[in-house]
């Protein structure tokens, strides 16, 4: 089986028509605010991204970005957290007719 395609634009890298079949999201782990964003926590969200997409039967991911998600912590011992949120548009190959 191929790795899915990921792209953080609107075109796939070999150009193949496509069709979106939804977006689609997923989120990293909690982490303290104050530490730094690791490239690991977008891999790994990036990788729960593509499982998700894979559930809807993509091809590929376009329009990937990343975001933080941020909870002030008063509820949670007064710690500040953050975690990655990646989203996407999941799209099928066009099929020539």
């Known amino acids: 089986m191929n790795p899915m ?3 953080f634009n609107s075109a796939l890298e070999d150009g193949r ?3 979106s079949i939804g977006r689609v999201k997923a989120v990293g782990r ?3 605010a104050h530490e730094p964003v690791a490239e ?3 891999q790994a969200a990036v990788r729960a991204l593509v499982r998700e997409a894979e ?3 993509a091809d590929a991911l376009v329009d ?3 975001e933080a998600d941020e909870v002030a912590g008063a509820d ?3 710690v500040p957290l953050s975690r990655v949120v990646a989203t996407g548009a999941a799209v099928r190959f ?3 007719a």
């Open 5 to 7: 395609q990921v792209s």
């Open 17 to 19: 028509a496509h069709y």
């Open 30 to 32: 909690w982490r303290a």
């Open 40 to 42: 690991a926590d977008r």
């Open 55 to 57: 559930e809807y039967g």
């Open 64 to 66: 990937v970005n990343f």
């Open 76 to 78: 949670i011992d007064g």
């Open 94 to 96: 066009a099929v020539a």
